[in-house]
């Protein structure tokens, strides 16, 4: 069953801007999301914007806003390039027993990401 639903968007050209930024890139983001975002090269912002409203859209899955840091949801990407969540800290509690499932895509100068909560029942 169906708990939760997130959607967010960001703009790419907000987030080129904040590459340089380590005090950004710090409190966002965990190394290992850091070092995929710099592995893209020419679409670092891209990639950047689209974990970055991955995160949003987890948390208005959930329901709560962000309540808890954006460092313990963290973004990954399987072989097949699907990403997903892996959640730690307060995140991990707020959502423990629950399914996410995270798309995100790009166009037009902008990601957007989606969450859909489920029961793992």
Not at 73 to 78: E, G, M, Q
Not at 82 to 89: A, D
């Amino acid at each position: 069953m169906i708990k939760g639903l997130g959607l967010d968007v960001c703009e790419i050209a907000r987030m080129e801007k904040l590459l340089r930024d380590e005090r950004f890139l710090e409190r966002y983001f965990n190394e290992g999301e850091t070092g995929y975002i710099q592995s893209k090269g020419r679409n670092a912002a891209q990639t950047m914007a689209g974990i970055f409203a991955a995160k949003e859209a987890f948390a208005k899955a959930l329901g709560t806003g962000i309540v808890f840091n954006l460092k313990e949801i963290s973004i990954f990407h399987d072989e097949a390039g699907q990403p997903g969540y892996s959640l730690s800290g307060e995140a991990e509690k707020l959502g423990q027993g629950d399914r996410f499932f995270l798309s995100i895509s790009h166009d037009g100068g902008v990601a957007a990401a989606v969450c859909v909560r489920e029961d793992n029942i």
